[in-house]
T-cell receptor
Framework: ETGVTQTPRHLVMGMTNKKSLKCEQH?????MYWYKQSAKKPLELMFV???????ENNSVPSRFSPECPNSSHLFLHLHTLQPEDSALYLC?????????????????FGPGTRLLVL | GENVEQHPSTLSVQEGDSAVIKCTYS??????FPWYKQELGKGPQLIID?????GEKKDQRIAVTLNKTAKHFSLHITETQPEDSAVYFC???????FGQGTRLTINP
């Protein structure tokens, strides 16, 4: 086990629904990440949080809204999604965020949430 | 920004043979190069990484080589086993850009 958990593991939602993905890390890390994994772009960085502050938004549409209440928890709030948003959403954590060590740290990934938007 | 190219996209080898996956990158300032393995239903897991001050690193059956001049690095797996079947990702760059992935299949 990597120490990073994600819930739910699977989610089906309509385009008008609002749902949230949850990530929790038990590794004492300071940075957390959201990635989108699909057939078109296997691992696409979405957001980075470092010490609860957002340090990276990789031009993600506003229908995805992240929240990081503390260094151990990360949420991704979803609303009015499109079918092309169907993908595996992966959460990761590292000791220091990209802004701090600029990608020099090992990232520990959770198992992901498989999202299907109908 | 960083551009990472990974080849091949699929690779099939006989059990016991070696497998090699190659990546090239564009940002000459990159100095950290990890390799991740992703098994079905799981998130990617780090299997080996290398920093720019060394040219090669080995961990049992897995090795990574780095050529900073040519801006490419490779993953080598020797004596492959069925449990090596997975998707492998390389990464590089200041913001850790991942390659497209290689689906490795080990045939018994």
């Amino acid at each position: 086990e990597t120490g990073v958990t994600q819930t739910p593991r699977h989610l089906v939602m309509g385009m008008t629904n609002k749902k949230s993905l949850k990530c929790e890390q038990h590794l004492g890390h300071n940075a957390m990440y959201w990635y989108k994994q699909s057939a078109k772009k296997p691992l696409e960085l979405m957001f980075v949080y470092n010490f609860k502050e957002q340090t990276e938004n990789n031009s993600v549409p506003s229908r995805f809204s992240p929240e990081c209440p503390n260094s151990s928890h990360l949420f991704l709030h979803l609303h009015t999604l499109q079918p092309e948003d169907s993908a595996l959403y992966l959460c990761a954590s590292s000791p220091v965020g990209l802004a701090g060590e600029l990608g020099h740290e090992t990232q520990y990934f959770g198992p992901g949430t498989r999202l299907l938007v109908l | 920004g960083e551009n990472v190219e990974q080849h091949p996209s699929t690779l099939s080898v006989q059990e016991g043979d070696s497998a090699v996956i190659k990546c090239t990158y564009s940002d000459s300032a990159s100095n950290y190069f990890p390799w991740y393995k992703q098994e079905l239903g799981k998130g990617p897991q780090l299997i080996i990484d290398i920093r720019s001050n060394v040219g090669e690193k080995k961990d049992q059956r897995i090795a990574v080589t780095l050529n900073k001049t040519a801006k490419h690095f490779s993953l080598h797996i020797t004596e492959t086993q069925p449990e090596d079947s997975a998707v492998y990702f390389c990464a590089a760059g200041q913001k850790l850009v991942f390659g497209q992935g290689t689906r490795l299949t080990i045939n018994p």
